[in-house]
């Protein structure tokens, strides 16, 4: 089922320490997944993407894993900053549809300075 | 870095009006959604649109909904009679070739009174 509401869930790390957060999609015929950023008061901001015939896709600091067999997705940031606070979510598409993409809940990044 | 421009950032509205909200995509972008968030819950697809129709859309999107692409750089989303439900913000979004360069608008904030 979906999980919404006004309470999200909340990662609270140290400052330099790796945060990773996790998500799980819904729909096993998706073949492309995006994490995404949202700072108060602005839009979604592409993190990074994986597509399903892969397991793992680095970037600057950032690491999305994805486990079709649980449909699992999770996002690693190394060495968090303050900046990095914002909320995160995850989404899914399929790439032969419209390009609609399934966001997940969000999970709320702190960084403790 | 090319942006997705949306106006007004906040709109209020009494309930049973009509409002339109504009957002200019990128400029040679190809494919048009929109999306929404109600305070403190996930972002919903409502639209996408190509060729000058739209492709799909949620069951959020009824009658009361419409969108156009009126001179070729601005695309607009209409809420026929508003409810105090359709608060929410409404985020643009455009891409180049499906999943190429998806890039989101800041929002408008619409408030139903």
């Known amino acids: 089922g979906e999980s919404v509401g006004l309470h999200l869930p909340t990662l609270s790390v140290q400052e330099g320490d790796n945060s990773i957060i996790n998500c799980a999609y819904s729909?096993?015929?998706?073949?492309?997944f995006i994490w995404y950023k949202q700072e108060s008061g602005k839009g979604p901001q592409f993190i990074i993407d994986i597509r399903s015939n892969m397991d793992k896709r680095q970037g600057q600091r950032v690491t999305v894993l994805l486990n079709k067999t649980v449909k699992h997705l999770s996002l690693q940031i190394a060495a968090t900053q303050p900046g990095d606070s914002a909320v995160y979510f995850c989404a899914e598409t399929r790439m032969d549809s419209s390009y609609k993409l399934i966001f997940g809940s969000g999970t709320r990044l702190l960084v403790r300075p | 870095e090319p942006e997705v421009t949306q106006t007004p950032s906040h709109q209020v509205t009494q309930m049973g009006q009509e409002v339109i909200l504009r957002c200019v995509p990128i400029?040679?972008?190809?494919?048009f959604y929109w999306y929404r968030q109600i305070l403190g819950q996930k972002v919903e697809f409502l639209v996408s649109?190509?060729?000058?129709?739209?492709?799909?859309k949620s069951e959020i999107f009824d009658d009361q909904f419409s969108v156009e692409r009126p001179d070729g750089s601005n695309f607009t989303l209409k809420i026929r009679s508003t409810k105090l439900e359709d608060s929410a913000m409404y985020f643009c979004?455009?891409?180049?070739?499906?999943?190429?360069?998806?890039?989101f608008g800041s929002g408008t904030r619409l408030t139903v009174v």
């Open positions: 649109f190509y060729n000058n129709e739209i492709s799909e």
């Open positions: 400029s040679n972008h190809l494919y």
């Open positions: 979004a455009s891409s180049r070739t499906g999943l190429f360069g998806y890039t």
């Open positions: 729909n096993s015929a998706s073949d492309y």
